[in-house]
């Protein structure tokens, strides 16, 4: 599974944007998909995920309620919903991708065998 990471950008506080992750490879469908973000001199932490068999959703706190996942298998992609951005939010993007058919650890990097390259999302106060 290949992934390509984009829509970040530049947006003021309270602003939207839109992350998208395409995958290639037919096993897309059948692969927990996750974001993660890493922010200058912070570790990388999650950010949300979404599962391949029910499309069941997960979310970290400082996110929940603001940001949305979903996934549309047909066009092998992932989308990350960002509402109501705060400074706090600016980071680097990384879209990950599950070994397909494996349910498990959706909220822990070192999980997904497959990564994207990142998209920079800065927020201005």
């Known amino acids: 599974v290949q992934l390509q990471a984009s829509g970040g950008g530049l947006v003021e506080a309270g602003g939207s944007l839109r992350l998208s992750c395409a995958a290639s490879?037919?096993?897309?469908?059948?692969?927990?998909i996750a974001w993660f973000r890493q922010a200058p001199g912070k570790e990388r932490e999650f950010v949300a995920a979404?599962?391949?068999?029910?499309?069941?959703?997960y979310y970290a706190d400082s996110v929940k309620g603001r940001f949305t996942i979903s996934r549309d298998n047909a066009k092998n992609t992932v989308y990350l919903q960002l509402n109501s951005l705060k400074p706090e939010d600016t980071a680097v993007y990384y879209c990950?991708?599950?070994?397909?058919?494996?349910?498990?650890?959706?909220?822990?990097?070192?999980?997904?065998?497959?990564r994207g390259q990142g998209t920079q999302v800065t927020v201005s106060s």
């Open positions: 990950t991708a599950g070994r397909p058919g494996y349910s498990g650890s959706y909220t822990t990097w070192g999980w997904y065998p497959y």
């Open positions: 979404i599962s391949w068999s029910d499309s069941s959703t």
């Open positions: 490879g037919r096993a897309f469908s059948r692969s927990a």
